[in-house]
């Protein structure tokens, strides 16, 4: 069974930095792609940023607008994925989704499991 | 960038009902459509991917159509256990992108 949980998530103040992570079990991690998707106080879901998997040597894609301050990494000794977040501001306040996007043949990798989130408040 | 835009932003229907939701991309974007649930105070739940294909588990009161802009999402026989919120996402290329989301409510 794919299990993804985050942690990290907390109140920051505006213009500090986080890390969140994202520890996956129950498939092989480096198979597959991983996002992060985030959700501000009752809005829609905003997708962040993609690590691919080992055959794409792990490259990283951005939202335009979260490229110069989120960074995604992963490290799949011990199969977590993280996301990075410089200069917070009050409306990076959101709950922060780590989702799988599985990669098979023949169809374009697509999230399939997601955890149960983790919030970040930004605020003084 | 490709934009999503679904429609209505929320509908209320009778218990039994058929509800069709609309997703359309701004740009074609072949067959590459993804459903979520996502249930109020939890985390999202696929439903569909490839325009139509059921997530492993996901019963059959849900179906997906269309492809290259327009799509949509069925439910049959609308149940309580289906009130949600529903968003489309593309994952055509990049950057993926999410629909505005469509609420659904009983009546």
């Known amino acids: 069974e794919v299990q993804l949980v985050e942690s990290g998530g907390g109140l920051v103040q505006p213009g500090g930095s986080l890390r969140l992570s994202c520890a996956a079990s129950g498939f092989t991690f480096s198979d597959h792609y991983m996002d992060w998707v985030r959700q501000a106080p009752g809005k829609g879901l905003e997708w962040i940023g993609r690590s691919r998997n080992r055959i794409h040597n792990f490259d990283t894609q951005y939202a335009a607008s979260m490229r110069d301050r989120f960074t995604v990494s992963r490290d799949n000794s011990i199969n977590s994925f993280y996301l990075q977040m410089d200069n917070l501001k009050a409306d990076d306040t959101a709950v922060y989704y780590c989702?799988?996007?599985?990669?098979?043949?023949?169809?374009?990798?697509?999230?399939?499991?997601w955890g149960q989130g983790t919030l970040v408040t930004v605020s003084s | 960038d490709i934009q999503m835009t679904q429609s209505p932003s929320s509908l209320s229907a009778s218990v039994g009902d058929r509800v069709i939701i609309t997703c359309r991309a701004s740009q074609g974007i072949n067959i590459w459509l993804a459903w979520f649930q996502q249930k109020p105070g939890k985390a999202p739940k696929s439903l569909i991917y490839a325009t139509s294909n059921l997530e492993s588990g996901v019963p059959s009161k849900f179906s997906g159509s269309g492809f290259d802009r327009e799509f949509t999402l069925t439910i049959n026989n609308l149940q309580p256990e289906d009130i949600a919120t529903y968003y489309c996402?593309?994952?055509?290329?990049?950057?993926?992108?999410f629909g505005g989301g469509t609420k659904v409510e009983i009546k």
């Open positions: 996402q593309h994952y055509a290329e990049y950057p993926l992108a």
């Open positions: 989702a799988r996007a599985y990669y098979g043949s023949g169809t374009w990798p697509r999230i399939d499991s």
